[in-house]
């Protein structure tokens, strides 16, 4: 069971909200419902909109995002040539899951990337493409899992489903325990997955996506190889030098990446450096050995999902025939990443992924509560403010140029000297040390001290306070592989590969952007994205920690709905007016329904919105004028409002042969513009047909983009 909190909108119109509590029976139908109102909203305003689905690792973010989606590709109108779009959107899921997804400790199959996706729509509202934007996977994943947790979940699907055939090609065995990459967690097994069944679900999405057998197979041969790459072993000679035990392991490596044996074996023994001008060739240790071969595992891994994402993307795009119509092009983006997460030892992925939560709470705070209550203002209207914590503070501890823990950690990257995740700890306490968000051990006093152990520091996150165990932060933000490593998968044989490890970087030697900031970066372009839609959201609550149906949490719950400022929403939304809209909007679309504003009005755009309403007879409690916008209370006003409108249509154009036509063909609701026959010019037929047409043309799409009408959190 999870329960979704939503807020509806309807043309665009923030509603009342709704609690929803879903269960198996009625799984996904507040989903539809949502997806129903934005698409209206799209198409009605024509401005681009975004669904964002928030909530704690495990509390049904991934499900929503796909009964949205199952929505678009069911209802929306498709060309001819294009039925198989939405089909294909649809069967990027399990493609992505499978290699995106794993088991955790709070999910059977947690999604370890973020996920943006942009659905382009037409002017009619059919769908004419989408586009997907991932964020920062969990590669870490690949050679270590935490006990009880696994790795991806295409491993145990090749393993698992893959034909003999296959898996004799592969040179591979069907038991996940016989690799080493797959045993770190226990390898538990998953009542709630079939790898086998999803196996063939991944098949054939693949096939529907438009991957060819040849590329299917070089995907296959890289994930083989990365299994084959972790069950590859050193020793150490009696000169320290560290030389490989596992001659079959390398050679199914070198076999399935492409690549020549003794130049892999070579790369991953020794490193190659630059001194003085002149190329060195040194010998690794046992350790660094072992660390060359786990980064090249998560960097074949790592690059590999996102040529997957890029293939998925172009089966996506839109098509040539149609760039035509994209000018006129809506769009409704959805975004599905990974929620806040506390574990037992969190360590840089969940620092990443908690400040992507403080940077959606930031958005939301922007987009619904301050914008909220800053418009009251502007427009003079009176209003008692309601009190919210302002996370921002904790976004600029994190993202701050020069003095935010991203950039002390960049700086502990590139320092010359020496630098380890112990010195990055020690200059994060010279500073930052003072910020009220920020704790170490050595900082902390009492019985802080006792939950922060030496290696850790705490950030007191909007959603609850994190520790962060420094350990692998410095290797994780470098994320290096060693040069001669590039260059063997450079001139690989596996046109993935080649195409992932890039000529600028190999050859140029350029160094890539580190993690974090790129990761940051990415961030900032996700907001810019987010805040040029409207939003709506869909919050996903979780009932408990057990994976249980029918438990309820109440603890835990309470505490979700806190973090998440739905009260504060709550508030604002119930104090607030349901609806705001400028004069001239308001009155384009609304002035068929009094005869003093039909069909012009030339006076004081406020005067003519005051002629209207009383006209409509609004009571005082009911709506507000502002300096430039009128603002409704509640729904059910403007909802008549929107019937009248509705019932007043044929009789705007009374008289007129062509709108009975056009209404007994298509419909009394259908915009569509009077055909190409006129009545008699001077008649009142035909400026009965005039006024209707700039209407249709204007008023009635209330397009308006100047408006600031950002819908609740709710
Ligand atoms: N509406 C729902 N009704 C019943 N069960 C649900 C619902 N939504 C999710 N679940 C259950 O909860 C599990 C976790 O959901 P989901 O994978 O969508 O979580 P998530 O928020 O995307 O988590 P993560 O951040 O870890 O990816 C699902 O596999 C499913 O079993």
């Known amino acids: 069971m999870a329960i979704v909190i939503l807020k509806t909108t309807r043309i665009g119109i923030p509603l009342s909200v709704r609690l929803i509590i879903t269960t198996g029976k009625e799984k996904g139908s507040h989903s539809y419902a949502i997806s129903d109102n934005t698409y209206r909203a799209m198409r009605t305003e024509?401005?681009?909109?975004?669904?964002?689905?928030?909530?704690?690792?495990?509390?049904?973010?991934?499900?929503?995002?796909?009964?949205?989606?199952?929505?678009?590709?069911?209802?929306?109108?498709?060309?001819?040539?294009?039925?198989?779009?939405?089909?294909?959107?649809?069967?990027?899921?399990?493609?992505?899951?499978?290699?995106?997804?794993?088991?955790?400790?709070?999910?059977?199959?947690?999604?370890?990337f973020g996920k943006y996706m942009d659905i382009q729509f037409d002017f009619k509202g059919a769908t004419m493409g989408g586009h997907i934007l991932n964020y920062l996977l969990e590669k870490s994943r690949v050679v270590h899992q935490n006990h009880g947790e696994r790795n991806f979940h295409i491993f145990y699907q090749l393993l698992?489903?893959?034909?003999?055939?296959?898996?004799?090609?592969?040179?591979?065995?069907?038991?996940?325990?016989?690799?080493?990459?797959?045993v770190k967690g226990n390898c538990p097994r998953v009542s709630s997955i079939s790898d086998k069944n999803n196996w063939k679900a991944v098949s054939k999405a693949l096939d529907v996506i438009g991957f060819t057998s040849e590329e299917v197979q070089k995907l296959l041969n890289i994930i083989a190889s990365v299994l084959h790459l972790g069950n590859t072993l050193f020793g150490e000679g009696e000169e320290g030098e560290t030389y490989i035990t596992t001659e079959t392991q390398i050679s199914n490596v070198a076999k399935l990446l492409g690549v020549d044996g003794s130049a892999l074996k070579e790369a991953l023994t020794h490193k190659k450096l630059t001194a003085k001008g002149e190329e060195m060739v040194s010998p690794l240790n046992f350790e660094q050995a072992v660390s060359a071969r786990d980064a090249?595992?998560?960097?074949?891994?790592?690059?590999?999902?996102?040529?997957?994402?890029?293939?998925?993307?172009?089966?996506?795009?839109?098509?040539?025939?149609?760039?035509?119509?994209?000018?006129?092009?809506?769009?409704?983006?959805?975004?599905?990443?990974?929620?806040?997460?506390?574990?037992?030892?969190?360590?840089?992925?969940?620092?990443?992924?908690?400040?992507?939560?403080?940077?959606?709470?930031?958005?939301?705070?922007?987009l619904t509560l301050r914008s909220e209550q800053e418009e009251y203002e502007t427009e003079g209207i009176a209003w008692e403010t309601v009190q919210y914590f302002d996370n921002k503070i904790i976004c600029d501890l994190i993202e701050e140029k020069h003095k935010g823990i991203i950039s002390i950690l960049d700086e502990e990257c590139l320092r010359p000297g020496e630098t380890c995740d112990i010195s990055f700890l020690e200059k994060l306490e010279d500073t930052v040390g003072g910020h009220p968000?920020?704790?170490?051990?050595?900082?902390?006093?009492?019985?802080?001290?006792?939950?922060?152990?030496?290696?850790?520091?705490?950030?007191?996150?909007?959603?609850?306070?994190?520790?962060?165990?420094?350990?692998?932060?410095?290797?994780?933000?470098?994320?290096?592989?060693?040069?001669?490593?590039?260059?063997?998968?450079?001139?690989?044989?596996?046109?993935?590969?080649?195409?992932?490890?890039?000529?600028?970087?190999?050859?140029?030697?350029?160094?890539?952007?580190?993690?974090?900031?790129?990761?940051?970066?990415?961030?900032?372009?996700?907001?810019?994205?987010?805040?040029?839609?409207?939003?709506?959201?869909?919050?996903?609550?979780?009932?408990?920690?057990?994976?249980?149906?029918?438990?309820?949490?109440?603890?835990?719950?309470?505490?979700?709905?806190?973090?998440?400022?739905?009260?504060?929403n709550l508030r604002v939304r119930r104090a607030g007016f349901a609806y705001r809209r400028r004069f001239e909007a308001f009155l384009q679309r609304y002035k068929p329904l009094c005869p003093e504003t039909w069909p012009n009005w030339n006076g004081k755009l406020a005067d003519g919105v005051s002629a209207l309403v009383?006209?409509?007879?609004?009571?005082?409690?009911?709506?507000?004028?502002?300096?430039?916008?009128?603002?409704?209370?509640?729904?059910?006003?403007?909802?008549?409002?929107?019937?009248?409108?509705?019932?007043k249509k044929p009789e705007i154009a009374d008289g007129t042969w062509w709108w009975e036509r056009v209404s007994s063909r298509q419909g009394s609701q259908t915009l569509t513009p009077p055909p190409p026959q006129r009545p008699p010019p001077g008649s009142p037929e035909e400026a009965a047909r005039e006024a209707w047409k700039s209407w249709i043309r204007v008023g009635s799409r209330m397009k308006d983009p100047g408006t600031q009408d950002r819908s609740s959190g709710l």
């Open 614 to 647: 009383n006209h409509l007879g609004y009571k005082a409690e009911e709506y507000k004028l502002g300096r430039s916008k009128i603002f409704i209370r509640f729904p059910k006003t403007l909802f008549t409002t929107e019937d009248a409108l509705e019932a």
């Open 160 to 182: 698992d489903g893959g034909e003999d055939d296959l898996l004799n090609t592969l040179n591979l065995v069907r038991n996940p325990h016989n690799y080493r990459y797959l």
């Open 437 to 568: 968000h920020f704790i170490t051990h050595k900082l902390a006093t009492g019985k802080t001290r006792r939950i922060v152990s030496r290696e850790e520091f705490r950030l007191l996150h909007y959603a609850g306070e994190v520790n962060y165990n420094v350990n692998g932060f410095l290797d994780k933000n470098n994320d290096l592989l060693n040069r001669n490593l590039k260059e063997v998968m450079y001139q690989s044989e596996n046109q993935i590969l080649s195409h992932c490890f890039r000529r600028e970087e190999v050859i140029d030697q350029k160094r890539p952007e580190m993690a974090a900031s790129q990761f940051k970066n990415s961030l900032m372009k996700l907001m810019e994205i987010l805040m040029s839609k409207e939003p709506s959201y869909v919050r996903c609550i979780k009932p408990n920690d057990a994976k249980q149906p029918g438990r309820f949490d109440e603890v835990l719950v309470r505490h979700q709905v806190k973090y998440l400022g739905l009260m504060e």
């Open 296 to 366: 090249l595992a998560k960097a074949v891994y790592g690059r590999t999902f996102n040529w997957l994402v890029e293939k998925i993307n172009q089966s996506l795009a839109l098509k040539a025939e149609n760039y035509h119509s994209s000018k006129d092009a809506s769009v409704i983006g959805l975004l599905d990443i990974y929620g806040f997460e506390v574990l037992q030892h969190n360590s840089f992925e969940q620092f990443c992924i908690n400040y992507c939560n403080e940077k959606l709470q930031q958005l939301f705070i922007e």
């Open 46 to 112: 024509r401005r681009d909109q975004c669904i964002l689905i928030s909530g704690e690792s495990g509390a049904g973010k991934t499900e929503a995002s796909k009964k949205i989606l199952l929505y678009y590709a069911v209802t929306c109108p498709t060309k001819d040539h294009m039925v198989t779009l939405g089909e294909r959107l649809l069967q990027s899921n399990p493609v992505l899951e499978a290699f995106g997804n794993a088991k955790t400790l709070r999910n059977d199959n947690s999604s370890r």
